[in-house]
């Protein structure tokens, strides 16, 4: 993982640097690491199943009915990403990573406490 990456996703745990202002700078991060090139249509590669995967992992989470997280992280760093989320067991990391893999597209995770909190882990 990019120093860069570790600092604004360090940034964001710490609420001092909202999911939507790190949005912009993860995905110029991702075209950088690319070798600077621009986003170009392009066509997905099928996978098992006739779906395509997707380009981003959503993560959302919620206390108490409130919404306190809502990132998206381009695919090629969920790992580097998965390290931030609190509470997140091996397990379910290892989870996520091989349905990021297997190209899955839609919820992989979804937690909810019954006080409203939870953690909603997707790909778009």
Do not use: C, H, W, Y
Not at 1 to 18: G, N, P, Q, W, Y
Not at 27 to 45: M, S, T, Y
Not at 65 to 83: C, M
């Amino acid at each position: 993982m990019s120093e860069e990456l570790e600092t604004i996703l360090r940034l964001v745990a710490d609420s001092r640097l909202s999911p939507e202002e790190a949005a912009p700078v993860i995905e110029a991060l991702a075209r950088a690491e690319r070798g600077g090139q621009v986003d170009q249509p392009r066509r997905k590669a099928p996978v098992a199943g006739g779906r395509s995967g997707g380009r981003q992992l959503r993560i959302r989470v919620t206390e108490r009915g409130r919404q306190v997280v809502n990132l998206r992280i381009p695919i090629g760093f969920v790992d580097a990403a998965l390290q931030f989320v609190p509470g997140l067991a091996g397990d379910q990391s290892q989870r996520i990573r091989d349905a990021v893999r297997a190209g899955a597209t839609g919820p992989i995770l979804d937690i909810e406490e019954p006080d409203g909190s939870g953690v909603l882990i997707s790909v778009d």
